[in-house]
């Protein structure tokens, strides 16, 4: 949202974002005009917040004035559609997840087995299809669920900042603080939680170590499994930062790994993985998300075992250094933000 608040006003418009958050805030920034309602933690979410507040978004909403929204909430804000249709604004759905990858991912697998997840995610998908003139989806692998029922979605990828993430952050002495000079450091930046599988990450380290290659995940984010991956991880080279505020600081530890891991299944993009890429990193991912799309050949895809991620490290460890931090800058260079505030633009403007 920033990226996008950034672009617009460059190009001379106004932006104003409504988020989720601690408490209640309006602030203007660089980016736009950010305005904070405070709201609830979702149960099981690891910290995903949800707007319970609707009735103040319409009111910010309506003394803004808009010529156009965005929504890219799936739950509580899918009224908005309905609420701009009226007032002849267009609304646009930014489909940044999958339902059927977000229910699979937050029942117990026994549960999941017993409903119709597709059904349901359909059901809901139609009611998104309803409610918002154009639907966008971020990588082909999040517009499928909408194809499936005969929604037809606009691709617009997702752009990574090529200047902030850029392998110039290389710095010999953030890879000694985090590994030792015959170690192969791996970073995975991610939420500790269900739906991004850190596990397999985990488990392909203590792979590796039983193969006699030495490795070091660095893992940053936090999240519902924090505790559970942390014991999971007793006795393996794995360090756990947390939250990594700095922005400075994670550019240079995405810009001075080996190999960026992004163990998610049901990721829809992936922006860590593309800030890696950016930072001349490159990428192992699971084949079963939209990552491979992003990455291209400056990543190596993997199935969901932990057997599949180990073999893949392997793989793009055994290639030439320097050619696979080229591809995965060359790759990067591909998907600018400004070319996706372009893109969304033209979908705002109005027919000639």
Do not use: C
Request: charged fraction near 20%; hydrophobic fraction near 45%; proline fraction near 6%.
């Amino acid at each position: 949202m920033h990226a996008l608040g950034a672009g617009y006003l460059e190009r001379g418009h106004e932006y104003l974002m409504i988020v989720p958050g601690g408490e209640d805030t309006d602030q203007d920034t660089e980016f736009g005009r950010r305005v904070t309602i405070k709201s609830p933690v979702l149960p099981l979410s690891g910290g995903y917040r949800v707007i319970s507040r609707n009735r103040e978004v319409k009111e910010y909403l309506e003394g803004f004035q808009p010529d156009a929204i965005e929504v890219s909430d799936r739950t509580t804000l899918r009224g908005l559609g309905p609420w701009a249709r009226r007032r002849g604004i267009p609304a646009v759905f930014i489909a940044h997840e999958r339902a059927d990858g977000i229910i699979r991912a937050n029942v117990p697998r026994w549960i999941a087995s017993l409903l119709p997840v597709t059904v349901l995610a359909n059901a809901h998908n139609r009611g998104i299809a309803r409610r918002f003139a154009t639907v966008v989806a971020t990588t082909d692998y999040a517009g499928q669920e909408f194809e499936r029922i005969g929604v037809e979605s606009v691709k617009v990828p997702l752009g990574v900042d090529l200047e902030r993430f850029h392998p110039s952050h290389f710095s010999d002495q953030v890879r000694a603080q985090h590994a030792t000079a015959n170690e192969s450091l791996i970073f995975m930046a991610s939420r500790l939680s269900p739906e991004k599988r850190p596990d397999l990450a985990i488990d392909a380290v203590r792979l590796l170590g039983d193969r006699g290659v030495r490795v070091r995940l660095v893992s940053a984010g936090t999240g519902s499994l924090d505790a559970d991956m942390k014991k999971r991880a007793v006795g393996l080279p794995v360090t756990f930062l947390g939250f990594v505020s700095s922005r400075g600081t994670f550019a240079h530890l995405l810009a001075s790994a080996d190999v960026v891991v992004a163990p998610g299944p049901i990721e829809t993009f992936g922006l860590a993985a593309l800030e890696g890429l950016a930072s001349g990193t490159p990428a192992v991912v699971n084949a079963n998300s939209a990552l491979p799309e992003v990455v291209g050949d400056a990543g190596v895809a993997a199935a969901s075992t932990p057997q599949a991620f180990a073999d893949a490290i392997v793989e793009m460890l055994g290639r030439d250094p320097s050619k696979r931090r080229a591809a995965a800058r060359a790759q990067a260079e591909t998907l600018p933000w400004s070319a996706t505030v372009e893109r969304m633009l033209a979908l705002h403007q109005p027919p000639q």
